[in-house]
T-cell receptor, first 113, second 107 residues
């Protein structure tokens, strides 16, 4: 059974740029959730994708957007990067459009300068 | 939105000691998970426990959904137990994490 993978592992961008992060879900899982974790805090829910549609969203502005593909992998896109977007971005996969029993990837560390 | 509070925020133990971590939540939840985050940032599943009690080796967890809290017990702690422990609850289609308990186990 393949676990959740994310790419890239680290990324450095400058303010105003755009970034795309990628996530492959665990085999058998059709739901992907994305989280932002700032230093010293718990992960904050950005949104969830189920069957290629957004299935729930946290308190993040529209410049945070995503996609889910037919193979259930997902992308997180952030436009107009701000310094406060520097964080660890985590994705989690689960079954059937819920947040129960989520399995997390290793994360992408984004630094915005 | 739902509030999730974890206590204590920090815990320092000697190897071999036992500990109890608590997670309180402000509304009814559909699910609850406990995670351990290692120093590299990886979140590792410990328990999926919306109610009841589960045990896995030295770790056990209890959730009393009607009273809106969950407890994680660590017995005979080891240095490898160090890290941050999070609970996460599912409510209204979203998942909300607490701010975690940072556990340090000294040899």
């Amino acid at each position: 059974e393949t676990g959740v993978t994310q790419s890239p592992t680290h990324l450095i961008k400058t303010r105003g740029q755009q970034v795309t992060l990628r996530c492959s879900s665990q085999s058998g899982h059709n739901t992907v959730s994305w989280y932002q974790q700032a230093l010293g805090q718990g992960p904050q829910f950005i949104f969830q994708y189920y069957r290629e549609e957004e299935n729930g969203r946290g308190n993040f502005p529209p410049r945070f957007s995503g996609l889910q593909f037919p193979n259930y992998s997902s992308e997180l896109n952030v436009n107009a990067l701000e310094l406060d977007d520097s964080a660890l971005y985590l994705c989690a996969s689960s079954r059937s459009g819920t947040t129960e029993t989520q399995y997390f990837g290793p994360g992408t560390r984004l630094l915005v300068l | 939105g739902i509030q999730v509070e974890q206590s204590p925020p920090d815990l320092i133990l000697q190897e071999g000691a036992n500990s109890t971590l608590r997670c309180n939540f402000s509304d009814s939840v559909n699910n609850l998970q406990w995670f351990h985050q290692n120093p590299w940032g990886q979140l590792i599943n410990l328990f999926y426990i919306p109610s009841g009690t589960k045990q896995n080796g030295r770790l056990s967890a209890t959730t009393v959904a009607t009273e809106r809290y969950s407890l994680l017990y660590i017995s005979s702690s080891q240095t490898t137990d160090s890290g941050v422990y999070f609970c996460a609850v599912g409510h209204a289609g979203k998942s909300t994490f607490g701010d975690g308990t940072t556990l340090t186990v000294k040899p």
